[in-house]
């Protein structure tokens, strides 16, 4: 068994497998279904399993729910109600899930994805115990193999350099399925039909694993079967049922910002062929209309919006496209009242907002000004009482509500300690 850490010249192969498997799973190019279809067909062979047939599904969601239909029409022999059983399975997931504008194409791809698959005929079993057999298989061919050749340090050191950069890279698309998995309901399908929903593997979901494996077979050395690795690399996510896959295509576009987080100003930050979309502006997943029409966004409808993380980003979206937009904007029409100014440090703007604490800005002007010659502001939210976060995470007193306490409490000083000799 290996103990010793990884050589010099092995942790210099690790930027390789990060790039490679992040881009896998970050990967927007359409599928090549002959390819994937090859790949899934080994995938179950190397199980003990009869090949699959598979059925192509536009986007993840479809696919998830095509898996669940169906393996709800066969287990309980309901195919003559199979319209009214697709219907009452899907509708509110798509509710949960999907923009009005999607309900349509995606209930279509549903029904057309069952209809293929039902045409069929295959032996069904169970239903999902392939999921388990595949699993199974990885675990006896790589996992127990792995654990007897390299100490659980060694193990440990490849997570942090290898898995973590990988999956922080990538994301966990996946986690905007969950929210339809449990919008399906439960008095129609039982539990075992339900198991079908989560019986999928692939990228971008797996994608951190297939990386290591990568990375342990061909810079370690260890033997491993690569079928696994090759199911990943083909396809998108995939629902592993008896005799039968659904396939999803993958996304046709990802937008993310410098920091990784889906976020797009014009559109979807995630969409697929079927429609499905998701909005997000630095990570946080937002309405449609949000991003698509900022200028249906009201100072009734932020003040009315429970959720902090929206209301933030619909303030910042407040009249997008004009001069004066964001939070300078909906201070200016929400009536936010002025409480200080001082020609050196800005404005200290107080507004009340129904069943929270005040909220307090204060109003800063760039020195520096933009290459049109214009100087930006900014505005900075600060504590009611101006008091300062302290190191060890207590606050310190309160400050009289000025303009320079305001300023200086982000910076973590008092007033009285805060006499900058240049601003920028």
């Known amino acids: 068994m290996r103990a010793h850490p990884l050589t010099a010249a092995e942790r210099a192969r690790l930027p390789e497998f990060v790039q490679k498997w992040t881009g896998i799973g970050l990967s927007t190019k359409p599928v090549d279904d002959g390819r994937a279809e090859r790949a899934l067909c080994r995938l179950y062979r190397s199980a003990g399993l009869a090949e699959p047939r598979i059925v192509w599904a536009p986007c993840p969601m479809t696919a ?43 209930r279509l791809a549903v029904e057309r994805a069952v209809a293929a698959a039902s045409s069929l ?131 046709t576009h990802i937008n993310r910002d410098e920091a990784g987080h889906l976020h797009c100003e014009v559109g979807p930050a995630l969409a697929y062929p079927s429609g499905w979309s998701w909005w997000h502006w630095h990570g946080v ?37 004009q001069k004066t937009h964001g939070i300078a904007a909906y201070l200016r029409d929400a009536g936010a009242r002025r409480l200080d100014h001082d020609a050196a440090f800005g404005t200290l703007w107080y507004l009340e907002l129904a069943g929270e604490a005040p909220t307090l800005m204060v109003e800063v002007r760039n020195h520096s000004p933009e290459p049109d010659g214009a100087y930006r502001h900014f505005f900075l939210r600060v504590h009611p009482e101006l008091r300062l976060i302290l190191t060890d995470g207590t606050y310190g007193a309160a400050q009289r509500l000025t303009v320079r306490n305001a300023v200086a409490s982000t910076f973590g000083l008092s007033g009285a300690e805060y006499a900058p000799d240049v601003e920028t």
């Open 64 to 106: 998830m729910l095509s898996a669940i239909a169906y393996l709800a029409i066969r287990v309980t022999g309901r195919q003559g109600e199979a319209d009214d059983l697709v219907d009452r399975i899907i509708r509110f997931a798509l509710i949960a899930i999907a923009a009005p504008s999607t309900h349509r194409p995606m």
């Open 121 to 251: 005929a295959v032996p069904i079993g169970k239903g999902f115990e392939a999921g388990f057999a595949i699993n199974d298989r990885r675990r006896a061919s790589f996992d127990r193999r792995v654990d007897a050749m390299l100490a659980p340090a060694l193990q440990k050191e490849l997570r942090t350099l290898l898995i973590e950069p990988i999956r922080a890279g990538v994301g966990n698309l996946s986690w905007l399925l969950e929210p339809a998995l449990n919008s399906v309901g439960h008095g129609i399908v039982g539990s075992q039909t339900r198991l079908a929903g989560w019986a999928y593997f692939g990228a971008p979901l797996w994608a951190p694993y297939a990386g290591q494996i990568d990375y342990i077979h061909r810079v370690l050395g260890i033997p491993i079967d690569r079928r696994f690795l090759d199911t990943v690399e083909r396809s998108g996510l995939y629902w592993t049922l008896d005799g039968i896959c659904f396939a999803a295509e993958r996304p």
């Open 285 to 321: 997943g937002v309405p449609q209309s949000v991003i698509e029409e900022p200028e249906r966004i009201t100072v009734e409808a932020i003040e009315e919006e429970r959720h902090p993380a929206l209301r933030r980003v619909m303030i910042e979206r407040y009249r997008w496209g």
